[in-house]
């Protein structure tokens, strides 16, 4: 793939530098900087339509704007790229969302240009409204301003920012990125008020040739703008936010840096809370993005020329599709099962069951306190309800998942996709925590299926239940072991004997249980398929305590109060004094970077759980095996 030429990018390295252009030369740069962006992602993947969609409104920000003086907050960072580049990062963006290279996501520890960390949705405007009031509180004269889209507006956190803003005295100015589009379409009450958009411009329009034609006549042009007082808010998406207290603007092109700058600016001089609608297009300027998006959203690396190459169908299952597989299976023997989502159709495996039931298929937007609440009003009623949920996104819900779901034993199954590493997207979405603030909840089970066959079956032993179940399962596939088509549980609570080993006895909670079993052969350890960090199979745990001199647990979340300390516990509770050793996460954030890579830092690969067993446990394992001599067969 041929490098680009970048005459203009090349002597942009902070924003300071784009401020001496002019109009016709940033419009220039506008173009280089979307190629730039494209062939950056086509080398490493990451994030692209939206990136792609933001890059005249990220040039339009830092020319108007003293960043990082003032305070720049991109929501959930997917279109954080242009902004990287534009900020002194360009030499970078090869090294993207690659171990010790840039995150792709904003990150305050990356650059100074990034003023609050996200990856998660709805939080801009949250942070920016902080920001402000601490400038105001400070003495400090600068702006701050959020940059979120209309799939995070049907977050209630948005709405509780705006609510707040209205009434703080402060300057802040949000701009709502309008492009109809998050990862998964847009849907609710919310997003149809939005699409009155082209409504609005069709007003706006009308609008200014109204005016322009009765200008000569005074008493007529007051009428209009009466008329105009009463109409706006049944055409325009003005009135909402006009009602929270903002002076509401737009809405605008987004891609139009003649109507961008000159706004930015007039909105620069004003106090107190602004809110600017700008209508951006997700893929602008790369014509198969912008046909398809969703496709586009965070595809890996590929040709720009040729677009994305339809993989052949591999070999493997990924845990994501066996759920998919399962849901929809399910669905068809239980007429109760309803399944819902806040707004990860692809990402969690819904779309089929999204086309085979749709009167059972709930996307509620990325709304994860209302997926949890809404679950459990369903189960009130006698429905058994699924939730598709990322383990980092169910921590959004957690009181739901205590006050709403466990205090009133309400049977429904959370399906945690995204548990243990996660590679490139880094530690905002790394799943290390579900099984520490799941299995202390009372009327909570947690299932650790080992592999994809598990997965199917746990799924279903978790569905049978009175009370809720989180089934926690990793991005990608497992090991291959196929999943068998009876929708056939396992025995809830139990776990299984997988190798007798000697005198250590490793416990595997998950899908470390292989590289556990590879460990075990050179240390010649037993291995127990544990299966449920809650509730502990007791009866197996007080063999293995009884035939052996110690135990190892291995999982892939947090030692600190994982399963490894549920097993400490009991061991506590039952009054046996026995040495036990707790493989895990550590107590520290995992970056971005190649998941078999990650986990062999962490020394939660299979020689990494040999190298940890024989320094604990020297006396108790078997010997390495001997080097060969050079010339031995």
């Known amino acids: 793939m041929a490098t680009t030429e970048y005459p203009l990018l090349e002597h942009v390295n902070d924003p300071a530098d784009l401020r001496s252009l002019t109009r016709a030369q940033l419009k220039q740069l506008a173009d280089e900087l979307r190629a730039f962006v494209l062939e950056s992602v086509a080398k490493t993947g990451g994030h692209l339509s939206s990136n792609l969609g933001v890059v005249e409104l990220t040039i339009a920000l830092h020319a108007v704007f003293n960043t990082p003086e003032d305070r720049l ?4 960072g997917h279109q954080s790229y242009p902004h990287k580049v534009l900020t002194g990062r360009r030499a970078r963006m090869g090294t993207l969302r690659q171990l010790g290279g840039l995150s792709g996501f904003p990150m305050r520890s990356e650059s100074p240009y990034d003023t609050f960390g996200t990856a998660h949705s709805s939080t801009s405007i949250s942070a920016a409204l902080g920001m402000a009031v601490a400038a105001r509180q400070k003495g400090e004269e600068r702006h701050a301003i959020a940059v979120i889209g209309d799939g995070a507006m049907t977050a209630g956190m948005a709405f509780e920012a705006l609510n707040n803003a209205g009434v703080a005295d402060a300057n802040l100015l949000v701009i709502l990125n309008d492009n109809d589009m998050s990862i998964s379409p847009p849907v609710g009450a919310l997003n149809r008020y939005l699409a009155q958009l082209m409504s609005g411009r069709f007003y706006a329009r ?3 040739v109204g005016k322009s034609v009765l200008r000569g006549v005074p008493p007529l042009l007051e009428l209009a703008k009466r008329l105009e007082q009463q109409a706006k808010g049944m055409v325009v998406p003005a009135t909402l936010f006009e009602n929270f207290g903002f002076n509401y603007i737009g809405p605008i092109d987004g891609h139009d840096l003649d109507s961008l700058i000159p706004t930015l600016e007039n909105l620069k001089g004003l106090k107190g809370p602004q809110f600017l609608h700008v209508v951006t297009k997700k893929g602008q300027g790369y014509k198969l993005a912008e046909q398809d998006p969703v496709a586009y959203h965070g595809p890996g690396k590929f040709d720009p020329q040729i677009g ?6 591999p070999a493997r299952q990924t845990f994501t599709q066996v759920f998919g597989q399962w849901l929809c299976d399910m669905a068809g023997k239980d007429e109760r099962l309803v399944a819902i989502t806040p707004a990860m159709r692809e990402g969690s495996g819904l779309v089929e069951f999204e086309r085979r039931f749709p009167e059972r298929y709930h996307d509620v937007g990325i709304a994860e306190q209302h997926a949890v609440t ?8 006698g429905l058994k309800p699924v939730l598709a949920i990322y383990s980092t996104f169910l921590q959004r819900g957690y009181d739901q998942l205590i006050h709403d779901v466990a205090l009133q034993k309400l049977p429904v199954v959370f399906a945690l996709d995204r548990a243990g590493i996660v590679g490139a997207d880094g530690a905002t979405h790394c799943g290390a925590f579900d099984i520490a603030y799941a299995r202390c909840i009372p009327n909570m089970a947690v299932a650790c299926p080992a592999d994809e066959r598990e997965c199917r079956q746990l799924l279903s032993s978790a569905f049978a239940q009175d009370h809720p179940v989180t089934v926690r399962y990793p991005r990608g596939a497992g090991v291959g072991v ?3 088509p009876a929708l056939d549980g396992l025995p809830y609570g139990k776990g299984e004997l997988r190798r007798q080993g000697q005198q250590v006895a490793i ?9 556990a079993l590879k460990a075990a052969e050179r240390l010649d350890a037993t291995v127990v398929n544990m299966r449920w960090a809650k509730p502990l199979d007791a009866g197996l745990l007080a063999r293995m305590a009884a035939t052996h001199e110690a135990l190892v647990t291995v999982e892939e979340g947090v030692v600190t109060g994982g399963a490894g300390s549920a097993v400490a516990e009991w ?6 004094a026995l040495p036990l050793l707790q493989l895990g996460l550590p107590d520290a954030f995992v970056e971005h970077g190649d998941p078999v890579r990650l986990l062999s830092l962490l020394g939660l690969d299979a020689a990494g759980m040999e190298r940890s067993i024989r320094r604990r446990y020297p006396a108790l394992v078997a010997p390495a095996p001997a080097l060969r001599a050079v010339g031995e067969h």
């Open 507 to 515: 416990l595997a909670f998950g899908t470390l249980l292989y590289p």
């Open 374 to 381: 809404f679950a459990a009003g369903l189960a009130c009623e």
């Open 308 to 313: 994305l190459v339809k993989p052949e169908a």
């Open 482 to 484: 196929a999943p068998l």
């Open 571 to 576: 061991l506590a509770q039952e009054g046996i």
């Open 206 to 208: 009308a609008r200014d």
């Open 73 to 76: 907050v991109w929501d959930v």
